[in-house]
């Protein structure tokens, strides 16, 4: 769209607040001046420095690709050592990691690494919480926490375990300085948490675990061994022990 001199008006306005620019810009918008500047807008706010440049990766190889497979691809790259969060990674490492294949993914989709990063983190808790779905619902409450249990012993005597988990990874790099991956961890966790709750109720009710003990308490001091699980894959354990 373009504007013939939208700045010179003949009378007095009033001041333009936050909110008004949000509204009139909307959520993406990119603006060209006739001497070649450029701008972009996210949320009223303008993306400076290296952010406002155009990200270039190449597309996934299936023709029937979407937006959706480029994040996947990213998720994927972030289980290697390559993708180390967004402060730390550049451009090139998600295009290596991801190794994707041929033209761009514009900013008005990523305006930013960090845009990609959460979009990613997203996503791989929103898988781990369908799989934990998946258990609660198939199983009884004895198989489904034994499930549970297997699943995070044999990831964390892998070398996908050593590799590690992107929820710890976000929570131990990026907290307690940044709240909307604090906010996420957060509640990725109690979602794991409830689900044990779940599962342990379920089992208490048909006088399969032990009921001197409230569920909560349990479901805390599983999460609690699961994650220290997670952590412990750093060093490669044998499964036995």
Known sequence: MSIANPLNLPFALAPVMQ??????????????????????????????????????????????????????????????????GDRATSMSDLMKASGLASASIYKQLYPDKRTIYLAAL???????????????????PEMALRETLEF?????????????????????ELLPGDA???????????????????????GQTQQLFR???SPRTMAISIFMILEGMRFLGKFSPKLTN
Request: charge should be negative.
């Open 180 to 202: 909307e991956v604090k906010s996420k961890v957060h509640h990725k966790f109690n979602k794991i948490i409830n689900q044990l709750e779940r599962i342990l109720c379920r």
């Open 211 to 213: 009921c001197d003990e």
């Open 19 to 84: 909110n008004d620019i949000i509204r009139v810009l909307g959520q993406y918008t990119f603006i060209r001046l006739d001497n070649d500047d450029e701008a972009f807008y996210h949320h009223g706010n303008r993306i400076i420095g290296a952010d406002a440049s155009c990200v270039e990766l190449p597309v996934p190889d299936d023709k029937e690709w979407s937006w959706d497979d480029v994040v996947t691809q990213l998720v994927r790259a972030s289980f290697t050592r390559q993708v180390r």
């Open 122 to 140: 997203q996503q791989y808790m929103d898988e781990g919480a369908s799989r934990a779905a998946e258990r609660d619902a198939e199983f009884s």
């Open 152 to 172: 995070v012993a044999l990831l964390s005597s892998s070398p996908d375990g050593e590799k590690g988990c992107f929820t710890i990874a976000a929570a131990s």
